[in-house]
């Protein structure tokens, strides 16, 4: 059995929806790989916190509403008069209608006729439309489940686990307020680079959002990491954030600035001043790395 379909049974495996023989061939292969215990293990808390999601309760007075609503409606059954076809028609028949009544009975049955089919007519996409409502209903729970789901994991103590919290922003079509400050919170803060970065590459789409943009300018005091200084300051001159000059001339006083970080945000100081790029402070060696506008992301040595 290979991992891809293993991960696709294992939430049929923690249901017991799998056959004995299934069963025990998803468990031997489980006691073989070490990726495929950690992904059991973080389908396991992510049921575990759908499971302590309160499920409402019903009214006391449910019962109690029911049944005189009940009442009601037998009283009025009782009280409306009870009528006979057969006597209607005969009553009909009795009745002597001239013709031109008659004709003009006709003419109005002919104009209702047209009516109810244009009605109709008008009508008969509705059911598609209240399709269209429920799946958006249901697209809107998913991505309420995702928020769910990425909040749970971005406090995890592993760092795949935060990585995979924030690959679930692109999957979001407008992530909520939690959502952007712990988003914020990991790019201040998390230990490992990667997922800074990571974080970083997530939010930057959402700069739209005047708190998703001011979180950017103040996270550059927050950084430590030559790469997340690059990455931050060419996002800066993406966004042309003139608001980040200030942080960036701050991050320049700092001792030990790796040289080329030093030259990076100089050239990203002039170009959100003067519109055109300064040229290095001092030549950039050989054996120095070199950083491109958009630097690729690591391998996950990190984590």
């Known amino acids: 059995?290979?991992?891809?379909?293993?991960?696709e049974q294992l939430v049929d495996y923690l249901s017991s929806q799998l056959t004995p023989t299934e069963q025990q061939e998803l468990a031997?292969?489980?006691?073989?790989?070490?990726?495929?215990?950690?992904?059991?293990?973080?389908?396991?808390?992510?049921?575990?916190?759908?499971?302590?999601?309160?499920v409402p309760e019903p009214s006391p007075h449910v019962r109690a509403d029911f049944y005189a609503m009940l009442s009601a409606f037998k009283e009025q059954?009782?009280?409306?008069?009870?009528?006979?076809?057969?006597?209607?028609?005969?009553?009909?028949?009795?009745?002597?209608?001239?013709?031109?009544?008659l004709r003009l009975v006709y003419s109005a049955c002919l104009i209702g006729v047209g009516l109810i089919g244009g009605y109709w007519l008008n009508n008969e996409h509705k059911p598609e439309r209240a399709e269209q409502q429920q799946i958006a209903a249901l697209a809107g729970q998913v991505g309420d489940?995702?928020?769910?789901?990425?909040?749970?994991?971005?406090?995890?103590?592993?760092?795949?686990?935060?990585?995979?919290?924030?690959?679930?922003?692109?999957?979001?079509?407008?992530?909520?307020?939690?959502?952007?400050?712990a988003l914020l919170s990991t790019l201040n803060n998390d230990p490992n680079v990667n997922v800074r970065l990571a974080t970083l590459e997530a939010l930057a789409p959402l700069a739209q959002d005047p708190t998703v943009r001011l979180g950017l300018v103040h996270a550059l005091a927050n950084q430590d990491s030559p790469l997340v200084q690059t990455?931050?300051?060419?996002?800066?001159v993406q966004l042309q954030e003139r608001r980040?000059?200030?942080?960036l001339r701050e991050l320049l006083k700092q001792e030990n600035l790796d040289q080329t970080v030093k030259s990076k945000i100089e050239q990203t100081i002039q170009t959100l001043s003067h519109g055109r790029p300064a040229a290095p402070s001092t030549p950039l060696s050989h054996d120095q790395p070199q950083y491109s506008p958009q630097p690729e992301r690591p391998a996950f040595a990190a984590v």
């Open 231 to 236: 990455a931050l300051a060419d996002v800066m």
């Open 1 to 7: 059995m290979n991992c891809e379909r293993t991960k």
């Open 244 to 247: 980040s000059v200030k942080p």
């Open 28 to 54: 031997a292969h489980l006691a073989d790989c070490a990726d495929c215990r950690e992904e059991l293990q973080a389908v396991q808390r992510v049921w575990q916190t759908m499971g302590n999601v309160p």
């Open 145 to 181: 489940m995702r928020q769910m789901m990425l909040l749970a994991l971005i406090e995890n103590p592993s760092a795949t686990e935060r990585l995979r919290a924030v690959s679930y922003t692109k999957q979001l079509d407008g992530p909520n307020a939690r959502v952007v400050n």
């Open 77 to 101: 059954e009782e009280a409306a008069p009870s009528y006979s076809l057969k006597g209607l028609w005969q009553r009909w028949l009795a009745l002597e209608i001239p013709v031109p009544l």
